[in-house]
């Protein structure tokens, strides 16, 4: 298992942000090179702003009685959008805060889908802050994440823990990466010693939990579904399921990091784990190691 984890920035201080190394000749044989480094870039300036605001903020609001939304949510989204439009005019935006938006360049001839909707073949899904509540509550576990969906199926990716100056990044012709470095999901060969990031809700849920528990080591509930999800590309988290409650912006770039890390990724179905037509906090999905797959599945669903 690679693990390039750095010091916490002390004090709540924005972590220096050096040059990660890439992995030799990857990054440029990959069709979405362009896109990758790109994401790299803004994620990391995106990262810089929470850990500005970090244990610094000024307002919360209320989204939900289960969510919140701060300053430093908007800020970073409001970056990360502006890079997009300098550097990628053409492609459109899905973001959490905001919603979704059209590519400018289209926009300006008056010829853009309509509100709601995203119509672009190439299409930026961005979570400027996931794991707000945390975040608001001074629990340095959160991140950003950035994903990049062409036709429909997210090809470039990168999820950055600024805390801990750890970015996951992929692409769907390349390896999954942690600070530039291969990584690889979970090897284990038993159920019985994985640990799993679990979240369950609906009918039984509190037998389908016991249910797994039963076969598993331990499962955790960190606060952050992209970090969580993420977390799998290297093995810290053997698996990740989650009943529903996702968005495209929570699995886009964490999806594809597990994935192409050899973690088999599904809906709770069985079926392809991202679909962009699909209402937000509305998705479920499973990341397992392949022999373990089809067990979870069995066991998330049980009534």
């Given at each position: 298992m690679t693990d390039g984890a750095a010091a916490s920035a002390p004090g709540g201080a924005a972590p220096d942000m050096p040059d990660m190394p890439d992995v030799p000749g990857a990054a440029e044989r990959?069709?979405?090179?362009?896109?990758?480094?790109?994401?790299?870039?803004?994620?990391?300036?995106?990262?810089?702003?929470?850990?500005?605001?970090?244990?610094?903020?000024?307002?919360?609001?209320?989204?939900?009685?289960?969510?919140?939304?701060?300053?430093?949510?908007?800020?970073?989204e409001e970056?990360?959008?502006?890079?997009?439009?300098?550097?990628?005019?053409?492609?459109?935006?899905?973001?959490?805060?905001?919603?979704?938006?059209?590519?400018s360049a289209v926009l300006g001839d008056g010829d853009?889908?309509?509100?709601?909707?995203?119509?672009?073949?190439?299409?930026?899904?961005?979570?400027?802050?996931?794991?707000?509540?945390?975040?608001?509550?001074?629990?340095?576990?959160?991140?950003?994440?950035?994903?990049?969906?062409?036709?429909?199926?997210?090809?470039?990716?990168?999820?950055?823990?600024?805390?801990?100056?750890?970015?996951?990044?992929?692409?769907?012709?390349?390896?999954?990466?942690?600070n530039g470095r291969p990584i690889r999901s979970s090897g284990k060969d038993?159920?019985?010693?994985?640990?799993?990031?679990?979240?369950?809700?609906?009918?039984?849920?509190?037998?389908?939990?016991?249910?797994?528990?039963?076969?598993?080591?331990?499962?955790?509930?960190?606060?952050?579904?992209a970090l969580a999800l993420a977390y799998v590309g290297n093995g810290r988290f053997d698996a990740f399921i989650q009943e529903s409650s996702l968005s495209a912006w929570d699995i886009a770039a964490a999806g594809l990091v597990a994935q192409r890390a050899g973690a088999t990724v599904t809906d709770l179905r069985g079926g392809p784990w991202y679909a962009p037509e699909t209402v937000t906090r509305t998705v479920g999905l499973i990341a397992a190691p392949a022999p373990f797959q089809s067990r979870f599945l069995d066991l998330a669903n049980r009534r």
């Open positions: 990959s069709r979405w090179a362009a896109e990758l480094a790109f994401a790299i870039e803004t994620a990391r300036a995106a990262g810089a702003i929470l850990m500005d605001h970090y244990e610094r903020l000024e307002r919360i609001d209320h989204k939900s009685p289960t969510d919140v939304v701060t300053e430093a949510d908007h800020l970073s970056l990360v959008i502006a890079a997009i439009r300098r550097q990628f005019a053409g492609d459109a935006i899905l973001a959490e805060e905001s919603g979704a938006h059209a590519a853009g889908p309509p509100p709601g909707r995203v119509g672009a073949a190439r299409t930026w899904v961005i979570d400027p802050l996931d794991g707000t509540v945390n975040y608001a509550n001074g629990l340095p576990v959160f991140c950003v994440s950035i994903g990049f969906v062409e036709d429909g199926q997210p090809v470039a990716g990168v999820v950055l823990d600024p805390t801990r100056n750890e970015l996951f990044a992929a692409t769907a012709d390349g390896p999954a990466t942690l038993k159920l019985t010693d994985c640990v799993v990031s679990l979240a369950l809700s609906g009918r039984s849920v509190s037998s389908r939990v016991r249910s797994i528990s039963k076969e598993i080591r331990v499962w955790r509930s960190m606060g952050s579904a």
